[in-house]
Nanobody, 122 residues
């Protein structure tokens, strides 16, 4: 299985920025589409962003489009989520996800990280 480990979460003031990282262990990282999801307390997990294996295709939830940027560095086996103009409603546990298919990583990823907490003060 693919192992995913998120990092970079923390406390940030509203309007600030934060960059999350997801390091993947295993072979053929570039063959996996990657995604980010988030879950706030008492709420369902929601899709945030996804990126194809070589970074040519990206998809964002409407709630973060224009503020967040997903990217990847396949040489480092790492996917990033740059979060700008953070709002209090962005507060959640952020999860990294992976799947061989781009469409599947958006809807039902095969692999998940354990999550990293992002708290935006307001």
């Amino acid at each position: 299985q693919v192992q995913l480990v998120e990092s970079g979460g923390g406390l940030v003031q509203a309007g600030g920025s934060l960059r999350l990282s997801c390091a993947a262990s295993g072979r053929t990282f570039s063959s996996y589409a990657m995604g980010w999801f988030r879950q706030a307390p008492g709420k369902e997990r929601e899709f945030v962003a996804a990126i194809s294996g070589f970074g040519y295709r990206t998809l964002y939830a409407d709630s973060v489009k224009g503020r967040f940027i997903i990217s990847r560095d396949n040489a480092k086996n790492t996917v990033y989520l740059q979060m700008n103009s953070l709002k209090s409603e962005d507060t959640a546990v952020y999860y990294c996800a992976a799947d061989p298919k781009f469409n599947t990583v958006v809807a039902a990823p095969g692999y998940w990280g354990q999550g990293t907490q992002v708290t935006v003060s307001s």
